[in-house]
């Protein structure tokens, strides 16, 4: 028998699952089209089976690569493929898990956060899965690194098309210890930090006359948590109206924003509390509650694929158990 599929990059990996590596009745002819730059290469895969040797096998093997083939066809026609995303606390946690996400679907991800050796592992998986990735040593309370992260990414890619302000930290703690420097801390990553990234990416929107903003706030910007939250949620109601605020001031200029409000999901963040009676109350609620990071994750992907005249305003999502 004949069978003619096509996909995007090296069926192999396919065929060795199908028929296993000692097993080779077939013959591969790549027919590559001559497609612009950045574009997935596709790739003709013809099976020549012999009429007598393990028919089905042969089509289990043409049906699987269909599949993945029609996957590819969707993920190449979607509102994510080629747009580049700019993600900071991108080392870990929802970070991590967005920018791996939007990479799969077709994004080139321009990945920031402090620790340079987690960032060069994130973008390594990226890439040696097939997709596009950079990545920068960026804190967001400093004001250039920021700056430096967004220019690298219009000097790799050319655009910006999403900024997403995600680096967080939590530490809980009653107000009454005095945990000054934390709340400067909290002050400085999710305020300053989020501002840092709307004046670093903003100018590069306006001239393309298009653009996304999403921001990473919490469940606790909308409901306040205290004794231990107070300074936390303070922050984060800070970043819900100032997206707000942005919305109303861009939406004229193409530039939507966006509100992402989670829950208790897992990830670093439950362990930048230093007070010990704090730090295990959130540590059993986390254990208890948490929901995956790719939850969180999911969220962004559908802001960033709707349609240009669509905005998603805000997505609040939490673990269904979670009663705040």
């Not at 040593?137 to 967004?150: G, H």
Request: hydrophobic letters at 45%; glycine letters at 8%; proline letters at 4%.
């Amino acid at each position: 028998m004949s069978a003619i599929s096509r996909k995007s990059h090296d069926a192999s990996d396919v065929l060795e699952n199908a028929f296993g590596k000692d097993k080779s009745p077939c013959r591969l002819v790549y027919g590559v089209a001559s497609l612009p730059l950045g574009t997935p290469v596709e790739l003709e895969v013809i099976f020549e089976w012999p009429p007598d040797a393990c028919l089905l096998e042969s089509q289990a093997a043409v049906r699987d690569i269909r599949i993945l083939n029609k996957e590819k066809q969707k993920m190449g026609t979607s509102n994510i493929a080629d747009k580049v995303v700019v993600i900071t606390g991108a080392s870990s946690g929802l970070g991590e898990s967005t920018a791996k996400l939007l990479a799969r679907h077709g994004a080139k991800v321009v990945v920031g956060a402090r620790r340079k050796d987690r960032i060069d592992a994130v973008v390594k998986e990226i890439s040696a899965a097939g997709g596009k990735a950079i990545g920068f040593a960026v804190d967001v309370t400093k004001r250039a690194e920021v700056e430096a992260l967004v220019k690298g990414a219009i000097d790799s890619f050319g655009r910006v098309d999403v900024m997403v302000n995600n680096a967080g930290i939590m530490p809980i703690a009653p107000i009454a210890l005095l945990k000054v420097e934390e709340w400067d801390r909290q002050i400085d990553v999710h305020i300053k930090g989020v501002l840092y990234g709307v004046a670093a990416a903003l100018p590069q929107m306006q001239k393309q006359k298009s653009g996304h903003i999403i921001n990473l706030a919490s469940v606790f910007g909308i409901k306040v948590f205290a004794p231990g939250g107070t300074v936390y949620c303070a922050t984060k109601a800070a970043v819900r109206t100032l997206t707000e605020g942005l919305r109303m001031e861009l939406h004229s200029q193409n530039i939507r924003c966006t509100i992402i409000s989670p829950g208790a999901v897992a990830s670093e963040l439950q362990n930048s509390t230093s007070d010990p009676s704090s730090a295990k109350f959130v540590k059993d609620l986390y254990e208890k509650l948490a929901i995956p990071a790719d939850s969180v994750a999911r969220a962004v992907l559908y802001a960033i694929e709707q349609p240009a005249d669509v905005e998603i305003d805000e997505v609040v999502l939490r673990p269904t158990a979670q009663d705040f």
